[in-house]
Antibody, heavy 117, light 107 residues
Framework: EVKLVESGGGLVQPGGSLRLSCAVFGFTSSDYWMHWVRQAPGKGPEWVANIKQDGSEEYYVDSVKGRFTISRDNAKNSLFLQMTGLRAEDTAVYYC??????????WGQGTLVTVSS | IVLAQSPGTLSLSPGERATLSCRASQSVPKNYVAWYQQRPGQAPRLLIYTASSRATGIPDRFSGSGSGTDFTLTISRLEPEDFAVYYCHQHAYAPLTFGGGTRVEMK
């Protein structure tokens, strides 16, 4: 069974940092692109970043470029999102998702990040 | 690519047909448009990719069509579990984008 489990969310002050993790089960992560997608309360999903199977390519939405870094550890079937310079508008549930190409076909249940003083 | 979904809300009864629209601000290469269903408190669930291909395990009452800039998700006969929010998504260019959603509510 394909399963993705996010962790690392929480409450952080504006300007702070947080590192999200995603553990994957039921498939070999090195075979797939991986994505982070977020959803602010009451809003639609917003794609954040993705990373190629071998980590050689990364893409980001403009609003997080220079602040967020996506990475992966295929040996541990894990995906990460390092977030710095956090802003109130980064408050959202963050989902990791498996990419079948660039389509996110399986999603985790998400981890909530709240940026507030 | 900006995606505009219409209508914002669709009020229908079980057994009725639902037709949801998604219009892109420019042509989507290879019709790389997907549709997701999201129920309250759950992650989005992939229904359709590349405009018309059903994802694994998706019932055949869900179908997608369209090309270029205009795409449609059709639910042929609404079941109680189909009342949810639906999002279209282009998976052609970075930044990948989602539409604003259509809520299908029970009349």
């Amino acid at each position: 069974e394909v399963k993705l489990v996010e962790s690392g969310g929480g409450l952080v002050q504006p300007g702070g940092s947080l590192r999200l993790s995603c553990a994957v089960f039921g498939f070999t992560s090195s075979d797939y692109w991986m994505h982070w997608v977020r959803q602010a309360p009451g809003k639609g999903p917003e794609w954040v970043a993705n990373i190629k199977q071998d980590g050689s390519e990364e893409y980001y939405v403009d609003s997080v470029k220079g602040r967020f870094t996506i990475s992966r550890d295929n040996a541990k079937n894990s995906l990460f999102l390092q977030m710095t310079g956090l802003r109130a508008e980064d408050t959202a549930v963050y989902y990791c998702a498996r990419g079948s190409g660039w389509v996110s076909d399986y999603w985790g249940q998400g981890t909530l990040v709240t940026v507030s003083s | 690519i900006v995606l505009a979904q219409s209508p914002g809300t669709l009020s229908l009864s079980p057994g009725e047909r639902a037709t949801l629209s998604c219009r892109a601000s420019q042509s989507v290469p290879k019709n790389y448009v997907a549709w997701y269903q999201q129920r309250p408190g759950q992650a989005p669930r992939l229904l359709i990719y590349t405009a018309s291909s059903r994802a694994t395990g998706i019932p055949d009452r869900f179908s997608g069509s369209g090309s270029g800039t205009d795409f449609t998700l059709t639910i042929s006969r609404l079941e109680p579990e189909d009342f949810a929010v639906y999002y279209c998504h282009q998976h052609a260019y970075a930044p990948l984008t989602f539409g604003g959603g259509t809520r299908v509510e029970m009349k």
